[in-house]
């Protein structure tokens, strides 16, 4: 089945460690984004990428880092420089303007809960 | 500045009865409106798309409206079931094209 997988669903972070959020996908899709979630708050964007080896700043991108070598994987990773990192993270991945070309969204991973310990 | 706004509280409902949220938003002229179902712990999963030159749009016993003159969306859920219980969230493209979420409306349905 086609799908966007996350790893780990829980993470502990110790303060001053950097970690690693893994995000694969298999539906061929060109675009990829990480959004942050906190209780009582919207879906935060925090990074984009629209193409391999190229991705933009979201809102919140401070503390946070990412790269994309593969069109498949789009890993985040959580800086000791992000002040506040625990939360719920959402990866999210789509074909390029899904909204323009039929009937498309974006496909979420389940998610990884970070806290901070 | 530009918002996304839903209704905070929970919307308690019958089963069978309709259920009925509301997106509105300032600040966006969007060229379509999404709407995501989010159960807890889990990733959000795409519902509907709405245009802003369609009025409506239905799937199975949903259905959106989208009113770029009043800028808001309505989202129905018609005979309602247990099953639907979930938090709803309103998406919209901004001018760089770029998805903007609204923080969701939980909706719980009552046997």
């Known amino acids: 089945d086609g799908g966007i997988t996350q790893s780990p669903k829980y993470l502990f972070r110790k303060e001053g460690q950097n970690v690693t959020l893994s995000c694969e996908q298999n539906?061929?899709?060109?675009?990829m984004y990480w959004y942050r979630q906190d209780p009582g708050q919207g879906l935060r964007l925090i990074y984009y990428s629209q193409i391999v080896n190229d991705f933009q700043k979201g809102d919140i991108a401070e503390g946070y880092s990412v790269s994309r070598e593969k069109k498949e994987s789009f890993p985040l990773t959580v800086t000791s420089a992000q002040k506040n990192p625990t939360a719920f993270y959402l990866c999210?991945?789509?074909?390029?303007?899904?909204?323009?070309?039929?009937?498309?969204?974006?496909?979420f991973g389940s998610g990884t809960r970070l806290t901070v310990v | 500045s530009q918002k996304i706004e839903q209704n905070s509280e929970a919307l308690n409902i019958q089963e069978g009865k309709t259920a009925t949220l509301t997106c509105n938003y300032t600040?966006?002229?969007?060229?379509?409106l999404q709407w995501y179902r989010q159960d807890p712990g889990r990733g959000p999963v795409f519902l509907l798309l709405?245009?802003?030159?369609?009025k409506e749009k239905r799937k199975e016993r949903l259905k959106v409206t989208f009113d770029t003159t009043l800028k808001q969306s309505l989202f129905h859920i018609t005979a309602s079931q247990p099953a639907d219980s979930a938090t709803y969230l309103c998406a919209l493209v901004g001018g760089n094209n770029r998805l903007a979420f609204g923080k969701g409306n939980q909706v719980v349905v009552i046997p």
């Open positions: 999210a991945s789509s074909i390029l303007s899904p909204g323009t070309r039929g009937n498309y969204g974006y496909t």
């Open positions: 539906l061929n899709h060109d675009a």
């Open positions: 709405i245009r802003e030159n369609e």
């Open positions: 600040n966006y002229s969007p060229a379509y």
